[in-house]
């Protein structure tokens, strides 16, 4: 269920990957989404992002920018 805004905002994304370790691929941050209970357009987004390793959350919501463009 998204809270708030609509579910492909920003916050929905890092409220569904609060508690992850960094560095993590893409493919950890959709597991990791999954198991929070994120819903079908967050995990959406997460899987239009680059196949790469992120470090942090900033480096998550630059991929999350590029996915979007």
């Given amino acids: ?4 805004v609509g579910g ?3 916050a929905n994304v890092t409220t ?3 508690g992850i370790d960094y560095p993590a691929k893409k493919d ?3 597991q990791h989404a999954q ?3 994120a819903d079908s357009e967050v995990i959406e987004v997460l ?5 790469q390793e992120y470090g942090n959350m900033a480096d ?7 996915s979007r463009n």
């Fill in 16 to 18: 569904y990957l609060k």
């Fill in 35 to 37: 198991q929070n209970g």
């Fill in 60 to 66: 998550v919501m630059k991929g999350y920018g590029e």
């Fill in 28 to 30: 950890q941050l959709v």
């Fill in 47 to 51: 899987n239009n992002m680059p196949h």
């Fill in 8 to 10: 492909e905002s920003p």
């Fill in 1 to 4: 269920m998204t809270r708030g």
